[in-house]
C-alpha cells in the first residue's frame, strides 16, 4: 500500500490521506489509527473519511510535529487489520413509488429493473464512513455494472429511508432532504434514531446486504 500524505488543515488540524482508489484495506488502516488517536492528548475530535483521516487538536497544547509523528506509526503499525463490523440486512422496497429512478439505472447499465435489484441485493456492502448528513453511509461494494452518474438535477426533497445509487457507490438516506442520487427503492427502517445508542444503525466497518421487500412497476 502507498505511503500516506500528512499535512496541515489550518493551525489547529492534520490530515492523512492515502491515494485513491478506494479499498477497504486502506479503510480499515483509517479505522485503526482513528482508535488509536482518540486516546491521544490534545486531540479534540477525530474525524475518519474516504481514504483519509482528520485529527482536529488544541493548537495551544499540542505539538504538531509529534502527532503527525504518531499519525503516521498508527497508520504504518496497523498492517493487515482483521474485520470489524456488524453483518446489517436492510429490507428494501424497490421501484414504483419507492424508486422512481429504477428504470433509469436499468436503462443506463442495459438491465432489465429485475436483473438491476437482483445485482443490487446480492452485494455485499461495506460501511467506508459516515457523512453529509448523521447516518448516512458511504459504503463500497457498489458492483461496477451498477455504476450510475448521479442526477444531472437534484430533488430538492428526497424521502428518509432511500436507497439510491450516486457513481461507484450506493447508500440510503437516514432523513429527508435535497439529493441527487438515482433513487432505486426505500427502506422502512430508520437509520437515525437521537434516542438510541449509538443513535446511528450503521457504523463503519458493518457489512450491509439489501433483502428484497417489494418489487413494484
Known amino acids: 500500500m502507498s505511503q500516506p500524505r500528512i499535512f496541515p488543515l489550518g ?4 490530515v492523512c490521506e492515502s491515494p485513491p482508489p478506494a479499498t477497504l484495506a486502506c479503510q480499515r488502516r483509517v479505522w485503526a489509527a482513528a482508535e488509536a488517536a ?6 479534540l475530535e477525530v474525524v475518519p473519511g474516504m481514504n483519509n483521516l482528520t485529527l482536529v487538536f488544541d493548537p495551544l497544547e499540542a505539538d504538531r510535529e509529534a502527532l503527525a509523528s504518531l499519525l503516521r506509526a498508527a497508520w ?14 436492510i429490507p428494501v422496497q424497490y421501484g414504483g413509488e419507492f424508486g422512481p429512478d429504477l428504470q433509469v ?14 445485482r443490487h441485493s446480492e452485494a455485499e456492502y461495506v460501511v467506508f464512513f459516515l457523512g453529509f448528513q448523521p447516518g448516512f453511509a458511504y459504503m463500497g461494494g457498489l458492483p461496477a455494472a451498477l455504476h450510475t ?28 432532504s435535497p439529493g441527487g442520487w438515482q433513487l432505486i427503492g426505500r427502506t422502512e427502517l430508520p437509520l437515525f434514531d437521537p434516542a ?9 466497518g458493518d457489512r450491509v446486504r439489501f433483502t428484497i421487500a417489494g418489487i413494484h412497476a
Open 11 to 14: 493551525d489547529a488540524a492534520l
Open 38 to 43: 482518540r486516546d491521544w492528548p490534545h486531540v
Open 76 to 89: 504504518e503499525a496497523v498492517g493487515e487489520a482483521p474485520p470489524v463490523g456488524r453483518d446489517v440486512d
Open 105 to 118: 439505472v436499468a436503462s443506463h447499465t442495459g438491465m432489465s429493473v429485475r436483473e438491476v435489484v437482483q
Open 149 to 176: 452518474p448521479r442526477r444531472s438535477s437534484p430533488r430538492l426533497e428526497v424521502p428518509a429511508g432511500s436507497v439510491g445509487i450516486g457513481g461507484e457507490q450506493t447508500g440510503i438516506y437516514p432523513a429527508t
Open 196 to 204: 438510541r445508542r449509538p443513535p446511528t444503525l450503521l457504523q463503519p
